[in-house]
């Protein structure tokens, strides 16, 4: 029995952001390094458990992660979310 999983842009965007609060407290309260290289860290540390799990598991979350991947369309996240958040963190730093 197959079930079919449907994810919103706004539940996408819950999770990734509620996932980035999460590695920027644990960077910060034990990792103790730049920003940038915690999250950078934290994620990698993810992405391999999750290859890990794909590997060793039979369980379907794999499924459930590449239905998540496949709704994101990656080119218009970039362009019109990221990009925007980017260029203004970007300004900040600018005299």
Not at 27 to 36: D, I, Q, S, V, Y
């Amino acid at each position: 029995m197959e079930t079919s999983v449907v994810i919103s842009g706004y539940q996408i965007a819950a999770f990734l952001l509620g996932l980035a609060a999460l590695f920027s407290y644990i960077n910060e309260r034990f990792l103790k390094m730049p920003a940038t290289i915690g999250l950078f860290l934290l994620a990698s540390v993810l992405a391999i458990f999750v290859w890990v799990c794909q590997l060793v598991s039979p369980v379907h979350i794999h499924k459930l992660i590449y239905t998540f991947i496949e709704h994101l369309h990656f080119g218009d996240v970039l362009m019109q979310g990221m990009l925007s958040f980017l260029l203004f963190a970007g300004a900040l730093h600018v005299p």
